[in-house]
């Protein structure tokens, strides 16, 4: 079987570029970038800041880099990160917060990577007592990969940046799949905007450009990330090519997002009635998991999948996940089903 004949569900990142954006990077005009002169990338930079609010943005080729940026732009080698125990950047960032920012992670216990304001407040340390790490930096993951692609409260964020206000904190958002949460929570980008110091967009994920995201900030922030995208090794040059897929995506992929939310729910209810399931996460977005009985092997209901032609994976024991995107039509949706159905 080749590649294209699978089903994907094991991430929104193995989408590959269609016809028509493959069609809009070849047109697009380019320069070096480094320099600041590649007219396409400064488009999208301006467009995304424009869309929500904020100054100034920076195109980098992956959400880790946009993250990692945010983390050290924020804290001084020493300072405390906070984050939830889910959390992309401590979980799959390499260890990076150490490695790039030298700083140490408060790691909290949310409800499926959803904190509260008064946990933050709780655990922000004294700076007037000085055995501690200096709090600095609250992060948050808007939708929650490791929680199911569930979307955070707006009203508890706005708690949460009044207490960043009061204790002097900054606030990032990773938002790698922000723009499923606004599909699913009818918020706007500005609402965002005017909330964190610093937001990461994915153009990689759902969007299904082929890489590229976004780090949005003041034009402050946005002038020490240049410097540090460089330090990182992610300077690119003729990069308006990529820039381009992203621009594609924000004009024809945001507005579809709620088909894959829908097909995450109809695979839901599908999976609700199998006697070989234990438990399905809430599902607000485009990813899926669920928990296998204790009697079924994750390896195994992996194995028979592939049979299948379909490419699924586990992200613990008995913990399974699939991730909706643009590359998984109406009809790949029914054979999964089917697929999913005959296990057991
Ligand atoms: C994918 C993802 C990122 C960035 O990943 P890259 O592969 O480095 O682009 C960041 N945060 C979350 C929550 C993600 O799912």
Redesign the pocket.
């Known amino acids: 079987m080749k590649t294209a004949d699978f089903i994907d569900v094991r ?1 929104d ?1 193995v989408t590959r570029p269609t016809a028509a954006m493959l069609e809009a990077m070849m047109r697009a005009p380019v320069g070096d970038d480094v320099f600041g002169e590649d007219e396409t990338v400064n488009e999208l930079q301006r467009r995304t800041a424009d869309l929500f609010g904020m100054q100034a943005a920076l195109f980098c ?7 990692q940026i945010a983390i050290k732009l924020h804290t001084q080698p020493g300072d405390e990160v906070i984050c939830d125990q889910l ?3 401590y979980l ?2 390499g260890g990076g917060i150490a490695v790039n920012s030298q700083a140490s992670v408060r790691v909290l216990q949310g409800d499926q990577g959803r904190f509260t304001a008064a946990q933050v407040r709780d655990n922000v340390n004294r700076r007037s007592d000085s055995h501690f790490p200096w709090t600095r930096l609250v992060t948050i ?1 808007n ?4 929680g199911g692609g569930c979307c955070w409260d707006l009203g508890e964020l706005r708690r949460i940046r009044k207490v960043c206000d009061a204790e002097r904190l900054a606030l990032h958002l ?4 922000l723009f499923n949460a606004l599909a699913a929570t009818q918020a706007t980008p500005q609402q965002y905007g005017e909330l964190f110091d610093t937001v ?1 967009v ?1 153009l ?2 759902g969007l299904g450009a082929p ?3 976004v780090l949005l900030g003041t034009r402050e922030h946005i002038g020490r990330a240049h410097r540090l995208r460089k330090v990182m090794g992610g300077g690119m040059r003729q990069a308006g090519y990529l820039a381009a897929a992203g621009l594609y995506a924000l004009d024809h992929h945001v507005e579809r997002l709620p088909e894959d939310h829908r097909k995450a729910r109809t695979l839901a209810t599908e999976l609700e009635r199998l006697p070989f399931v234990a438990t399905v996460f809430p599902v607000q977005t485009n990813i899926v998991i669920f928990r296998l009985d204790a009697r079924a092997s994750g390896d195994a209901f992996l194995a028979h999948l592939l049979d299948h032609g379909v490419k699924a994976s586990s992200i613990g024991p008995q913990l399974i996940r699939f991730v909706f995107h643009l590359d998984v039509s109406e009809d790949q949706l029914g054979k999964l089903v089917a697929a999913t159905r005959g296990f057991g």
């Not at 939708?143 to 490791?146: E, F, M, P």
């Open positions: 991430s990142t080729p992956t959400g880790t880099m946009t993250n959390a992309h950047v799959y960032e993951e939708t929650v990969n490791r990773d938002g790698a799949r990461s994915c990689s994920k890489a590229g995201s």
